[in-house]
């Protein structure tokens, strides 16, 4: 049996006249994916279920309609609505942490907390969530693309690359496909496994993932091997950005010889160690410049390098273009 997220959206003994109640507020630059992954799967239950299990309604914080990333327009059923005890709120945000969240909607959501209303951030929407105050202290599920400036933000909140995570009444998401997951533990929660199963036969979704499996392949994949020390060496490098080890260090640490860790490197990565640690930092770098407000210095310090000249120099070599011009770029 899978473990759900812990949304008790209602009874679990649901009769048909007493549906768990989804509200599903979409803000602009939200993923046309992530609503219709949450909205197709709760339709799908209903479907396959003995009598429907769910209700939603899909609104905007003025009514009006809101267009996606992709800039499908979609048209909501109203503004914010009155919520009850044992309701969910589904946010559905734009991807990214530079989140303006209006002084009404903080508003919104915090009376609706303290009424007994789940909410529940999907991609952007863990941002949102961030931003208004209501996950300090917290552990959130942050898209991988997005979390090392989560970091940065949000330091009083410990974000992970996990497919969900719920604590507190909080449910957050990494969002894309991730969204099915999710909801496949909630359906799971009210009507059992074999209605999962169904719903994902239904989506021709293959494999139901559970919240603490990776968001992605692990980098071995791509590169095509399942060398335990190299992922050992690998997984070093990427948790330790921030204060860069030696080949020799993570070579030590992987039980390898500094030697076997440049072979297995050219064999399987095509570059060396050092160079692919570098990679790494300057990938994070740019990932700080496009999604934070921080100095270049800041971000400089932050991805391990000792100056922003020496900084700069990385990153245009390895970009074509230095961390301001990147930074204005966005």
């Not at 959206?9 to 989804?22: L, T």
């Not at 994916?33 to 239950?45: F, I, K, P, S």
Request: hydrophobic residues 40%; aromatic residues 6%.
């Amino acid at each position: 049996m899978m473990r759900g997220p812990e949304i008790r959206v209602s009874n679990s003994n649901i009769k048909p006249s007493a549906r768990a109640k989804f509200v599903f507020l979409i803000s602009p630059g939200f993923s046309a994916l992530e609503l219709g992954a949450g909205v197709d799967a709760l339709a799908t239950a209903n479907a396959v279920a003995e009598h429907p299990v769910f209700d939603w309604t899909i609104v905007s914080e003025t009514g009006g309609p809101v267009t996606s990333s992709s800039g499908i327009k979609v048209e909501v059923e109203g503004s914010l609505p009155h919520t009850s005890r044992g309701d969910c709120i589904v946010i559905c945000g734009a991807a990214g942490v530079a989140q303006i969240v209006s002084n009404e909607l903080k508003s919104w959501l915090r009376q609706a907390r303290r009424f007994g209303v789940q909410l529940c951030g999907i991609g952007g929407g863990a941002t949102i969530l961030a931003s208004a105050g209501l996950a300090t202290g917290q552990r959130l599920s942050a898209h991988w693309q997005h979390q090392p400036a989560f970091v940065e933000l949000f330091p009083e909140i410990e974000s992970v690359c996990s497919i969900y995570e719920t604590e507190r009444g909080i449910t957050t998401c990494g969002g894309g496909a991730s969204t099915i997951d999710l909801f496949a533990s909630i359906i799971n929660q009210q009507c059992g496994q074999d209605t999962v199963s169904k719903v994902a036969d239904h989506l021709l979704y293959a494999s139901v993932r559970v919240k603490d499996d990776r968001q992605t392949q692990t980098d071995l994949c791509r590169f095509g091997t399942r060398h335990e020390k190299l992922a050992r060496a690998v997984t070093l490098m990427q948790e330790s950005l921030e204060a860069p080890l030696s080949p020799s260090v993570v070579a030590a640490n992987a039980g390898l010889s500094t030697r076997q860790l440049e072979r297995l490197f050219q064999k399987y990565v095509g570059m060396s160690p050092k160079t692919y640690m570098t990679s790494l930092r300057l990938e994070r770098a740019r990932t700080l410049l496009q999604q934070t407000d921080m100095r270049v210095l800041d971000v400089a310090i932050s991805c391990g390098f000792a100056s922003a000249s020496h900084f700069s120099k990385c990153f245009r070599q390895h970009f074509g273009i230095s961390p301001h011009t990147q930074k204005r770029a966005g």
